[in-house]
């Protein structure tokens, strides 16, 4: 099955900073990816995925993220946070056409005003 | 118009109570589910269902039981509840396919005394 791994547990930035999260999953074969984002209090909700086609995916809120399949990440990127910007945020993968959805552990995300 | 609504948002009962958290569906999906995130964020996943079909069912003890009496609904139901057994739990579905995202409910916040 499927795996998912954050390398961070809590960024902390000032508004302003550009952000970038690592995520890398272990599968080897087609796989859909997806970033969540879980705002203080709320459900998740969908910031970007990757299903095919260009490997680089833009997503709500300014946000992008890059599918590289030969280092299997799909990192999470925003050139300048802001104070809105702070909540918890999960990398998913999914094998194409299935249906076990597998989550990181999630990045914590704090900006400072 | 809600797209994926789960009641009760909080629930908060004795150990030893039975309890029933309620999830509704109208996006026309074949895929519920049934996440638990705990207090440190971590999302796991503890059933989903196809065509009324169990299809997964992580390491859940039998005290969960998923029952889903049509394709747009997916009932949690908790025998004798227990202290770890606090948490929120999240609602999803999905189509499955090529593209299978997941969409989430708002959670509901079990607090188990």
């Known amino acids: 099955a499927q795996s998912v791994s954050q390398h961070n547990h809590h960024v902390i930035l000032s508004e302003a900073a550009s952000l970038e999260l690592g995520c890398n999953y272990s599968?080897?074969?087609?796989?859909?990816l997806f970033w969540y984002v879980q705002y203080p209090g709320q459900h998740l909700q969908l910031l970007l995925k990757?299903?095919?086609?260009?490997?680089l995916v833009k997503g709500i809120k300014g946000f992008e993220a890059e599918f590289i399949k030969s280092k299997f990440s799909f990192n999470l990127r925003k050139p300048s946070v802001q104070w809105s910007d702070t909540a918890e945020y999960f990398c998913?993968?999914?094998?194409?056409?299935?249906?076990?959805?597998?989550f990181g552990a999630g990045t914590r995300l704090t900006v400072k005003p | 118009d809600t797209a994926v609504s789960q009641t009760p948002k909080y629930l908060v009962t004795q150990m030893g109570n039975d309890k029933s958290i309620k999830c509704e569906q109208n996006l026309g999906h074949d895929t519920m589910y049934w996440y638990k995130q705990d207090s440190k964020k971590f999302l796991k996943i503890m059933f989903s269902y196809n065509n009324k079909e169990l299809i997964i069912n992580e390491t859940v003890p039998n005290r969960f039981s998923p029952k889903s009496p049509d394709k747009a609904h997916l009932n949690l139901h908790i025998n004798s509840l227990e202290l770890g057994d606090s948490a929120v739990y999240f609602c999803a579905s999905s189509q499955v396919g090529q593209f299978n995202e997941q969409f989430f409910g708002p959670g509901t916040r079990l607090t188990v005394l």
């Open positions: 990757y299903f095919s086609g260009d490997p």
């Open positions: 998913a993968v999914i094998a194409y056409n299935n249906n076990d959805m597998r």
């Open positions: 599968y080897g074969g087609t796989v859909n």
